[in-house]
T-cell receptor, first 114, second 114 residues
């Protein structure tokens, strides 16, 4: 069974600093996709970044980047130059290539301190 | 098209009553998902449609829950004989197809059973 683990229920970061959110997952699949979703207080989840497991290069989207370690089944999110608008719940998610559902972790609540 | 739309946003009902939620996906998306999210948890998969066909259901979806997607457009999720344990946020998401395509989420329907 696929599981996604986020071991940091809460994190905080000073504005303009860098923070890393951790995620590990368990799967026997070799072809899958990983995602980080952001859920602001309004509750609509928005995709932050995604990574295809077959790609060795880590994905980057502006201030957001990932450290994908396939062998270790680790998928961390780095937020650089943190902004107040980054404050939200962040969910790591997994989906196998041939699968229909996304598996989510329990989330990390990020606070940005002015 | 402004995204995935869910109605109502909030619903308070008495235990034992039936409730129905509606989801309008992004128009060209043929995949539609229902998830349930309780406080402090990540979204949990309930069911999945490809066009009008319900292809997968979670064991979380008891016989009191039923979902439909007539004509492959909007979807409804009905809960019969609601229980206090049904109180949660019900999220709908849609996507184009398999692969790296992310799911786009609606703002959810918050159900409170009193």
């Amino acid at each position: 069974a696929q599981t996604v683990t986020q071991s940091q229920p809460e994190m905080s970061v000073q504005e303009a600093e860098t923070v890393t959110l951790s995620c590990t997952y368990d799967t026997s699949e070799s072809d899958y996709y990983l995602f980080w979703y952001k859920q602001p207080p309004s509750r609509q989840m928005i995709l932050v970044i995604r990574q295809e497991a077959y790609k060795q290069q880590n994905a980057t989207e502006n201030r957001f980047s990932v450290n994908f370690q396939k062998a270790a089944k680790s998928f961390s999110l780095k937020i650089s130059d943190s902004q107040l608008g980054d404050a939200a719940m962040y969910f790591c998610a997994y989906r196998k290539n041939t699968g229909n559902q996304f598996y989510f972790g329990t989330g990390t609540s990020l606070t940005v301190i002015p | 098209d402004t995204g995935v739309s869910q109605d109502p946003r909030h619903k308070i009902t008495k235990r034992g009553q039936n409730v129905t939620f509606r989801c309008d996906p992004i128009s060209e998306h043929n995949r539609l998902y229902w998830y349930r999210q309780t406080l402090g948890q990540g979204p949990e998969f309930l069911t999945y449609f490809q066009n009008e066909a319900q292809l997968e259901k979670s064991r979380l979806l008891s016989d009191r829950f039923s979902a439909e997607r007539p004509k492959g457009s909007f979807s409804t999720l009905e809960i019969q004989r609601t229980e206090q344990g049904d109180s949660a946020m019900y999220l709908c998401a849609s996507s184009l197809d398999q692969g790296a395509t992310e799911a786009f989420f609606g703002q959810g329907t918050r159900l409170t059973v009193v």
